[in-house]
């Protein structure tokens, strides 16, 4: 009897693991390809926060491509104009008697600096590591595919009746690259293998079973020095060290590790990439693999979101993004582009290194689109969108070091043209952290970038109540950006208000009376937003801390008399100070509706005006072919969220992956630029959850054709981690947790309720949002957001 007992719990327990890995296929969150990358944009990425891979899964020659986040050329620069200060009362007198033309072409001429050229201070690939295989050409089954639940690459074809297994990842425990081969029949793996790079740099054979590339990223003799060995480990067979090759013969199965290091944080590059591989050389491959799994797996599986019954699986992605494009829905590839999203962010932006870049940390050139730098007028704020409400905040913190070290430069450039306290930076900066004006006014002239990224700061609070973050990295940056525009603002001598300028409205352009084009003027809307915004987040953190309540007075007056948002006689909201042509109707920026997203000043549910005031400005931009670009489509889909409108997230979803998505999901600006992924990946939380004016609404803009689903692990201001689960477009439960023990406010539709949770504190509301079930949760659990 205890003998058939046994048996029957051994059957339930295989039909249990049988339905979960059932459900596991059914979920299966994999990027795949039934033949190798031809382009660069098709090849599929890996990194662990500092290392990038592009992985083509080529059969005769395979190409990895290499990056490391600090490979920059150049060095830190002065492109301030040194007539600017001079000359800064002259272009706002003009402009403020209409003058824009004339102010413009001074501005030009007296306050910007010279551009950087392009590829002279850029971003740059480390390299590529190729693979020669002698198998011959007669490739059957071929499958190449990127699991994001494990962030491990794979590449299985056959040959001759003999099957050949490739395994790459980037490991974050071990800050290498990993490669495994296999066989299915033993002495199978004959391949030579090395490094080469399309720029000045060396390698050579060293050591047993290594290889060595050396080389120097630079303009002018500054740049950083960098450095990738190569180590082989093989199973069977031999391997034969050539001058600047590896040649592996009949081996049953090879690991390749392969490290990169520069010399931009200090130490020496050889040394270190050469100590990243003696680390790991004792470590089974099962080991390593397993550990680079968990660490990744901590942070990917805080979240999980499922849409519908997943029924394109059998599909591979790029015939899948084809029936997107000829106008099918595909629920699921929205669930794998999301979560594709989250997993870049974790595999470009770690503590310790550099924030992502215009393309994260993936390049394959010497010279890439605007030297992939960090463009501080939507680009680099775009992507960390999705950090925290999606679970990442650590992922955070290399943007937050990158802006707090931006304030010492910026506090010269405030002096140097400004005559300002605090500090400033505008449109676009890189690792060498210059924040002058620099290149045309029509981009340029714009001195908002770092009151823009402040705002990050105050946001990693609201959502984490991390006061010790707040007190020692958010508030000294909150007060610097502040104080700048305390110097900065000036009366408008024909309303009496503070206005800022001269300053443009990122990066479009309106008509003068006289039909002549111009981008410089006094009071663009978007200035005003974010300066309110940084006004009342200063405001805010003072009253916290208790401290500098002299200096917040200072800001509530100011704030008292700024210009205030206007609605021109079309019933849009007004871009400029007056109601003025645009010179592109249908212009990639929207920047006069930051209140509206990622701001909250137009979100009032109880004054509607600035919500149809902002639809009006979105209709009109998408009737001139505005949302041409992927970055500018994903911020519509944010701002249609904010505006609880389902429908139009789904069909400016649909137009992203129709009309902006490469092959293998990265965002085509064009070209490809990564801030549409993220931009994307946080329009499609926010179409699920939303918490800002101190309310938590549930399922605010649910996409039609989502008609089941759930999303697990979101998080909330105020300190909450939510669970929604809905059932034919309704809301079926949602389980809410106190991470800090703040009231919350919970709406779904015209419904709404109020409850105080203790920290660590559970319950389950019903869609009647009444409370199904409550409890305290049985394991304690870190709250993942602590900076320090």
Known sequence: MQKISALLIIAVLLLSSCEKNSNDVKRSLKLWYTQPASEWTEALPLGNGRLGAMVFGKTGTERIQLNEESVWTGGPVERANREALKNLSIVRQLLFEGKYAEADRLAQEKIMGTRLEAGIHTYQTLGDLFLQFKHGENITNYKRELDI??????????????????????????????????????????????????????????????????????????????????????????????????????????????????????????????????????SSFKNVKANHIAAYQEQFNRVDLAINNPDTLSLSTDVRLERVKAGAFDSHLSELYFQF????????????????????????????????????????????????????????????????????????????????????????????????????TGYGMWPMGAAWCSD????????????????????????????????????????????????????????????????????????????????????????????????????????????????????????????????????????????LYPGEEFTNPNNTKWLDASRKVIEKRLANGGGHTGWSRAWIINFYARLKDGEKTQENLQALLAKSTHPNLFDNHPPFQIDGNFGATAGIAEMLLQSHNNVVQILPALPPSWKNGHVKG?????????????????????????????????????????FRLKRGEQMILNPELTIQKKYKMRFRIGWRGNYF
């Open 714 to 754: 979101l998080r909330a201001r105020g300190g909450f981690e939510m669970d929604i689960q809905w059932e034919n477009n309704l809301l079926k439960e949602v389980k809410i947790t106190s991470l800090l023990g703040n009231p919350c406010k919970i709406m779904y539709g015209a419904k709404s309720a109020e």
């Open 341 to 440: 999203g989250r997993y870049l962010l974790i595999s470009s932006s770690q503590p310790g290194g550099l924030p992502a870049n215009l393309q994260g940390i993936w390049d394959g050139t010497l010279s890439p689109p605007w030297n992939a730098d960090y463009h501080i007028n939507i680009n680099i704020q775009m992507n960390y969108w999705p950090a925290l409400v999606t679970n990442l905040a650590e992922c955070q913190q290399p943007f937050f070091e990158f802006v707090d070290a931006l304030r010492e430069r910026g506090r010269k450039t405030a002096q140097e043209v400004y005559g300002c306290r605090g500090f400033v930076a505008h449109h676009t900066t890189d690792v060498w952290k210059f924040t002058d004006p620099i290149g045309m």
């Open 456 to 595: 990050h700061f105050w946001e990693h609070y609201d959502f984490t109540g991390d006061t010790l973050f707040l007190k020692e990295k958010a508030y000294p940056v909150l007060k610097d950006a502040a104080l700048f525009f305390v110097d900065f603002l000036v009366e408008n001598p024909k309303t009496g208000l503070l206005v800022s300028g001269p300053s443009m409205s990122p990066e479009n352009k309106f008509i003068t009376e006289n039909g002549e084009s111009a981008a410089v003027c006094m009071g663009p809307a978007m200035d005003h937003e974010i300066i309110r915004e940084l006004f009342q987040n200063c405001i805010k953190t003072s009253e916290i801390l208790q401290v500098d309540a002299e200096f917040s007075d200072t800001l509530q007056n100011m704030l008292a008399r700024l210009t205030p948002s206007q609605i021109g006689s079309d019933g849009r909201v007004l871009e400029w100070s007056e109601e003025l042509p645009e010179a592109e109707p249908g212009h990639r920026h929207m920047s006069h509706l930051y209140s």
């Open 149 to 282: 639940r494990t962030a491990v690459a794979t590449t299985a074809y056959e040959v001759d009746g003999v099957t050949y297994n490739r395994e790459v990842f980037a490991s974050r425990p071990d800050e290498l690259l990993v490669v495994k081969l296999s066989a299915s029949k033993k002495g199978s793996l004959s391949f030579k293998t090395w490094l080469d790079r399309q720029g000045e740099a060396e390698t050579v054979s060293v050591g047993e079973n290594q290889l060595l590339m050396t080389g120097f990223a630079e303009y002018n003799g500054r740049g950083t020095r960098f450095a990738s060995v190569v180590s082989i480990r093989n199973s069977g067979g031999e391997v034969v060290s050539n001058p600047e090759s590896l040649e592996v013969i009949n081996a049953d199965e090879v690991e390749i590790f392969v490290s990169g290091r520069t010399d931009f944080w200090g130490g020496e590059e050889v040394e270190m990439a050469t100590s990243d591989i003696q680390k790991i050389l004792d």
